[in-house]
């Protein structure tokens, strides 16, 4: 199907989008934001959808599972906050500025490893850490479901063993 075909029918469903978004979200301005990822979303994978399915099944389906995601994240931030009682010394000696040092330099290593993992496992792992289902993985790819669960396996287990050193230091920090 053409770019801009598929563009101009996905944003035939941006109303009918919108009165999904106000269901779950019940804020005229979160659903503009939840709709806008939406679309953004869409777009960006329009290459995946298959001509002849249900856009609008699709579509929502990508809502649902945007808001889903940001619903997790927001509770995860939530659930991060430490007392200042729960705070020992050990942890005090560990000043921001190393921090933010040390996330840089694990992140180079992680995005390191992760360009030099295969496409066939890159691009299930990291459609997995962006929040997306195996199964939708598998309907994306074209690829059964088991298929995608074993390479997302396999990407960890690579993953794991080329950046040992970092779970190595956690241990002499616990």
């Given at each position: 199907?053409?770019?801009?075909?598929?563009?101009?029918?996905?944003?035939?469903h941006?109303?009918?989008?919108?009165?999904?978004?106000?269901?779950?979200?019940?804020?005229?301005?979160?659903?503009?934001?939840?709709?806008?990822?939406?679309?953004?979303?869409?777009?960006?994978?329009?290459r995946?959808?298959?001509?002849?399915?249900?856009?609008?099944?699709?579509?929502?389906?990508?809502?649902?599972?945007?808001?889903?995601?940001?619903?997790?994240?927001?509770?995860?931030?939530?659930?991060?906050?430490?007392?200042?009682?729960?705070?020992?010394?050990?942890?005090?000696?560990?000043?921001?500025e190393?921090?933010?040092?040390?996330?840089?330099?694990?992140?180079?290593?992680?995005?390191?490893?992760?360009?030099?993992?295969?496409?066939?496992?890159?691009?299930p792992?990291?459609?997995?850490?962006?929040?997306?289902?195996?199964?939708?993985?598998?309907?994306?790819?074209?690829?059964?479901?088991?298929?995608?669960?074993?390479?997302?396996?396999?990407?960890?287990?690579?993953?794991?063993?080329?950046?040992?050193?970092?779970?190595?230091?956690?241990?002499?920090?616990?």
């Amino acid at each position: 199907m053409e770019s801009l075909d598929i563009n101009s029918q996905i944003c035939d469903h941006k109303n009918a989008l919108q009165a999904f978004a106000m269901k779950y979200t019940h804020d005229l301005d979160d659903a503009n934001d939840l709709v806008q990822d939406t679309l953004l979303k869409a777009f960006r994978y329009s290459r995946l959808f298959k001509e002849g399915t249900n856009l609008r099944g699709w579509l929502f389906t990508i809502l649902k599972n945007t808001y889903i995601n940001e619903y997790r994240r927001i509770k995860r931030k939530e659930n991060v906050i430490v007392q200042t009682e729960e705070i020992t010394s050990q942890n005090l000696s560990h000043n921001a500025e190393s921090n933010t040092c040390n996330s840089k330099f694990i992140t180079d290593d992680i995005n390191k490893v992760l360009s030099k993992l295969q496409p066939e496992y890159y691009t299930p792992f990291v459609k997995y850490f962006e929040g997306y289902k195996y199964q939708e993985i598998a309907e994306m790819l074209d690829i059964p479901i088991g298929t995608v669960k074993t390479r997302i396996h396999l990407a960890r287990q690579i993953l794991k063993s080329r950046l040992k050193v970092y779970s190595q230091n956690m241990q002499h920090l616990a």
